[in-house]
Each structure stands twice: as C-alpha cells, then as structure tokens.
C-alpha cells in the first residue's frame, strides 16, 4: 500500500482526502492502492472526520519512509514551494492543484523530480477535472500541436454567461458569482485575466518545451464587456468569451482576451462555470475538452489520478515538462483577425470606409463594424486616427 500525505485541507484537500477514501478500491482494482496517512494544516479540525491524520509540522511527512506521494493542495508559491522541493528531494512525488506555483516555478521542480527518480505532476492546475495535460503527454504525444484556444476560466464564463442569457450588468452577475461562491470575495485574478494567462502559459509550455511566462503574454480582462456589447453579438450571431490562446505556427503567438465567438464554433455552447479547450494538431485536427475546470470534486479527481499514476511508476518520472530555457514569443502585434469596433454614428461612415468594414450595425446613437482581417499592429494605427470610437472587441 502506497501512503500518501496531503499538504492543505481545504477545499481542494478535503476533496483529495474524499475521493481516496471513496474510491480506495477502485484504485486498487486498476493498479494503486493508496491510503492518506496525514493532512497538513495549521488549523484545527474538531469533529472532522479525518482528525487523526492532521499534523501542523511538515517535517513529521518529510520525515516518514512510508510517506510516497505528495498531494500539494495549499496554493501560493512560497511554503508550497518549499515544502515541494523538500519533499522531491527526498524522493517523494508531488501532485499539485498550484498553478501559481506550477508556472513559477514548474521547470525548477520537475528538474529536481528527475533528479531523485519522481514525478512532479499537475494535472489539476489548468482546466480543473478535464484531462488537458494529461491528454497532451500522452494521447496526443504523436502529434504536432500547433494551436489551444479555450475557456480556462469557469468565473468570467459564469458572468458572461449570465450577461448573455438574462441581459444583466457586469457588477451585478459578479456579485452573484460571489454569493454563489464562484468568484473570490477579490476576484481581480479572474476578471482580469490572470488565472486564465497562468494557465495557458503553463499549456504554452508544456507543448514547446521551453518557459512560457504568464507576465509576456498580453492580457486583457472583462471588465469593459457591457449589456450593449451582448446586444451587438446577438445581432451577428455570436456569443462573447474570455479565450485564452496560442497558437504555434512560425514560432508561439499567445493571448488572453474577449472575443466573439460565432455560433458554429463548439465554444459557444460553453456555458457557466464549465471550460472548454479547442486543440489542433497536424494529425487529428481539431479535438475538444469539455467539463467541470473547478470545484472541489473534479479538482481533487484530478490530483488523485496524478497520484494513482505516481504509484503505479514508483521510482520512476512520469509525463514530461519543461526547462527553464525562456520561449521568446512573436510580437502580438503581428497577429491578425477581424475586430469589432463600437463607433458613434457621427465617424461611423469615415471608420467603416478605413476599416474596410465587413458588416456594419446602426443603432441609435453609435454603430457597430465588424472590420477586415489584418494586423494587431495595423487596426490599432487605424484606431488611433479615428473618432468617436468607443470599445473594440476581438473576433
């Protein structure tokens, strides 16, 4: 029997702890039987179940012989890391939920997991319970990806969803979200596009081989996507998401940003907290991953799996990473599409003519254009001569 320790019990490590103890069988029935001997937290848990597992000293698990695998669920990268590094030091596997720490610092760890003859794994910490990682090291592993584009974020999809469906504003859908508990009580991370940046930063990675970092990619969130924008989407066809992408064709373009997303992309129909990834390869062409990309359950079923793989290759290093060697991505201004533009009628007639508008929409007081494909670099030199140019939205 494998012995596993859990370092956090909080959401995500009480859901660990949760599915172990429910499919304990399972597990052994298909190759790992594992069974979680402590829970590391400083709190108190009187009454829990699992109270006899809890220890508030590390060094009681690093210590241990018995203890194989690692389930790091504490988020942040200062004692994650340090308690990682320690326990992969030590031989002992480490599955994570941390993308924070993960993007950080993923090279650095998985470099030393190579060294001592373990794995480090995270198969939780970008897309939640969808198999993404996992699908890339291995099902996809004959493949050249060349471009992910996808929903990495369930809370902004909650909120344009919701936007969307019931023609809500931005700050009321948010605080639902966070009633519901889908947003944090500070969701700047979400609604700003960072959580989504991190992760495709850490997808980025893992197909090039080299550092991604989330700080190089421009990034922008949904702050700005109002009940008049949902308006104009409806009348072209459209939904509105927040996608994370890259793409791999003659080097690595990547961003995080708004964008409509017309009715027969399989996107559209992704709705509430769900997430989905679109992946193109050389050989399979386009595949899609759709599911839970949080909460508690499907979060912790995908740390789980990464420790049930831990223990069926003892003494081995499973899946494969990244060096620490930096990817310098493509100007983002040379990528290219169409854009959306709001503009008042008064310079709507001068912004389609520039623009070479493919579509305009007249409203009251301002229209919308759906512009000609080019250039980041020269729609926003167009931009910068035109008037009474309210927002502009990606396609």
């Not at 702890?17 to 052994?28: G, P, R, T, W, Y």
């Not at 990806?145 to 909120?159: A, K, P, Q, S």
């Not at 930063?201 to 009940?227: F, H, P, Q, R, Y």
């Not at 997430?275 to 050989?283: A, C, K, P, Q």
Request: hydrophobic fraction near 40%; include cysteine.
């Amino acid at each position: 029997m494998a012995e596993v320790a859990v370092f956090g019990y909080g959401t995500v490590g009480s859901g660990v702890v949760e599915v172990i103890d429910k499919n304990a069988e399972l597990m052994k029935s298909r190759g790992a039987d594992m069974h979680v001997k402590y829970v590391l937290d400083i709190r108190d848990f009187p009454g829990d179940p699992n109270s006899s597992k809890l220890v508030k000293d590390v060094d009681v698990i690093l210590n241990d012989p018995e203890i194989s695998v690692v389930c790091e669920t504490m988020g942040g990268a200062t004692f994650a890391y340090e308690y990682s590094k320690k326990a992969l030091e030590k031989g002992i596997s480490v599955c994570t939920s941390n993308k924070e720490l993960v993007e950080a610092k993923g090279a650095e760890l998985m470099a030393i997991a190579r060294e001592h003859s373990c794995s480090y794994l995270f198969e939780a910490s970008v897309g939640g319970g969808i198999p993404l990682i996992r699908t890339i090291n291995d099902a996809l592993t004959a493949e050249r990806i060349d471009r992910i584009y996808g929903i990495l974020n369930g809370t902004t999809n909650y909120i344009l969803t919701k936007m969307d469906e019931d023609g809500a504003g931005f700050d009321e859908v948010l605080k639902e979200a966070q009633e519901k508990g889908y947003a944090e009580k500070d969701p700047t991370a979400d609604i700003e596009g960072h959580d989504a940046c991190r992760k495709i930063a850490i997808l980025a990675s893992l197909v090039s081989g080299k550092k991604v970092s989330w700080t190089d990619i421009e990034t922008e969130g949904i702050t700005n996507i109002d009940t008049e924008d949902f308006s104009y989407a409806k009348e072209l066809g459209c939904s509105i998401k927040l996608i994370a992408m890259c793409d791999f064709n003659e080097g690595c373009s990547a961003r995080v940003s708004p964008r409509l997303i017309t009715a027969d992309s399989p996107l559209n129909c992704v709705k509430g907290v769900f997430n989905g990834v679109l992946i193109h390869s050389d050989m399979l062409d386009d595949s899609l991953y759709y599911g839970r990309g949080a909460g508690k359950l499907a979060t912790a079923s995908a740390v789980v799996a990464d420790a049930f793989e831990c223990v069926r290759f003892a003494g081995q290093e499973v899946g494969r990473g990244w060096t620490d060697e930096a990817l310098k991505l493509n100007d983002p201004g040379d990528m290219k599409g169409r854009f959306f533009v709001r503009v008042d009628n008064a310079n709507a007639d001068e912004a389609a003519d520039k623009l070479g508008a493919e579509k305009v929409i007249k409203h009251d007081k301002e229209s919308g254009l759906v512009s000609a494909v080019m250039s980041e670099t020269e729609f926003k030199k167009i931009l910068e001569g035109l008037a009474g140019v309210i927002k502009f939205i990606r396609f």
